[in-house]
């Protein structure tokens, strides 16, 4: 097969993959945060911060080594395994003998046995990342789709049962590792491994020196995220937090869309074709201007309806996120963009040209985050976040013409002005629309519904009739995917 037809054929199976499992997740989070309580999440909070932790190195390194090396055998294949089921191991003993600690230092007793359990999950997500990025290197983007949406429904179904039966946090923590075992059952099937009881040193070293590059870089990309609940758990009451937390997975879940989608299947992609520079440089450039042309005006829209979303997704007890929300979904086309040159950087092996500007970003985003949401409160945090992305989005742009040359127009002023018109028209919609119903500063859900299902309507009207309303990239992703001349 063509590169052009792997990236069609992945491209279309990760989309359904993750169109599917956001809807799955939206629902689940629908449901869940009307049946639990907003402390439970501020629990949560706190667990997926500490167990993230053990995540960076389980998924962080040796399974995108994998993708990257051009060429690998199965004692590369055993090496990468070996290494990240140790490290899981060693991960866990560590946790559960520092859970009581935790505990104590966040003032509540539950999280201790709450994290001893949870940590299980590093054991299940080292035995099935390998299998997952050997998938995703061969383009088998339809088995991880399969399985991720099977094990997905599964594991929220079990959890909306606990939940639904007073089990409270704990529903959380059983759907997801349930979830897991399942996934990493069926991942070690499909995915083409010969297990081997050697110990294959040698090759797991060779894949250690990229897979520690992307350790250093996970591991920033965790502090400057969830890393931050650690920091607002001592400064916010666990309602507060559960609140924030709740916050930022609803701004994180249209970024992860399209950055599942794009980022995912330029992977392996760049990585097939690293030595092609010229090659690289143009197909980073389509996708910085297709995230852009998509993220932006969908900017424009969460941020107008922020109060609708966190209605439908949350129910009314819920509306001290609706502010932060709104402040936090200003980042979403600028970290999206980081994401995607964190793929084209790391595709080309210049890990460590990263390193330092993520890691700058990091302390940027823990300090002032940290100042403001101590003296201001959940806004406060949320602008601290946005004035740190924008900072983080600024070294970017130094970071690209070092490595690839160029002009920033060539880089960024052209992909950014597609998205930027698309916004705009958007915004100019959204006007008329709240002007023409009287809508301002008013919450209604059903007129919402009608705009969005106008809206999609509209677009559909439009890529039939006249595609190229929507800019080049998106115009040209419209064409070949639908085929039209």
Not at 304 to 326: R, T, Y
Not at 339 to 363: E, P, S
Not at 445 to 457: A, D, K
């Amino acid at each position: 097969m063509s590169l052009s037809g792997k990236i069609k054929h992945a491209g279309k199976w990760q989309s359904f993959s993750v169109l599917s499992l956001s809807v799955l997740q939206i629902l689940y989070f629908s449901i869940m945060t009307r049946i639990l309580f907003k402390e439970d999440y501020g629990l949560m909070a706190i667990i997926n911060a500490i167990i993230g932790i053990g995540n960076i190195f389980i998924q962080g390194g040796m399974g995108s080594a994998l993708i990257q090396r051009k060429e690998i055998n199965n004692r590369h294949i055993n090496g990468a395994l070996q290494t990240s089921l140790l490290l899981a191991v060693i991960l866990y003993i560590v946790f559960y003998i520092i859970a009581p600690f935790i505990a104590s230092s966040y003032n509540d007793l539950r999280l201790d046995s709450l994290i001893k359990v949870s940590s299980l999950n590093l054991i299940l997500l080292a035995l099935s990342n390998i299998s997952v990025n050997l998938l995703f290197k061969y383009y088998y983007f339809k088995n991880v789709a399969i399985v991720q949406i099977i094990s997905n429904i599964i594991g929220y179904g079990t959890g909306v049962y606990l939940a639904m039966n007073n089990h409270g946090v704990w529903s959380l923590v059983i759907a997801t590792l349930i979830a897991s075992l399942l996934s990493a059952i069926a991942l070690l099937y499909l995915a083409p491994i010969k297990i081997s009881l050697k110990v294959h040193y040698k090759e797991a070293r060779e894949l250690f020196g990229f897979g520690s590059g992307m350790m250093l870089l996970t591991f920033s990309n965790f502090l400057s995220n969830k890393g931050l609940n650690l920091i607002f758990g001592k400064i916010f009451a666990q309602d507060i937090l559960g609140v924030y937390e709740r916050a930022s997975t609803v701004k994180d879940i249209p970024s992860k869309f399209l950055a599942q989608i794009i980022n995912k299947v330029m992977f392996p992609v760049m990585s097939e074709i690293q030595d092609e520079k010229e090659r690289s440089i143009r197909i980073y450039k389509f996708g910085l201007g297709l995230s852009n042309s998509i993220m932006i005006p969908t900017t424009v829209l969460l941020v107008f309806f922020s109060a609708e979303i966190v209605q439908i997704l949350m129910g009314a007890k819920w509306s001290e996120a609706v502010i932060p929300l709104q402040i936090m979904f200003l980042v979403l086309t600028f970290s999206n963009s980081g994401k995607m040159t964190d793929t084209v950087i790391r595709a080309q092996g210049l890990i460590y040209k990263n390193v330092t500007r993520k890691y700058i970003f990091m302390v940027i985003i823990l300090v002032l985050s940290g100042v403001l949401g101590y003296l201001y409160g959940i806004n406060g945090a949320a602008v601290g976040i946005v004035i740190s992305h924008f900072i983080n989005y600024a070294m970017m742009i130094v970071l690209v013409k070092n490595v690839f040359k160029g002009s920033i127009g060539e880089y960024f002023y052209k992909p950014f002005k597609e998205g930027l018109k698309l916004g705009l028209y958007l915004g100019f919609l959204i006007f008329g629309y709240k002007y023409l119903f009287n809508l301002w500063g008013k919450t209604d859900v059903v007129m919402f519904i009608v705009f969005i299902v106008g809206l999609l309507i509209l677009c559909a009207v439009l890529v039939k009739s006249k595609p190229t309303v929507f800019g080049q990239y998106l115009e040209t992703t419209i064409r070949n995917t639908l085929d039209i001349r």
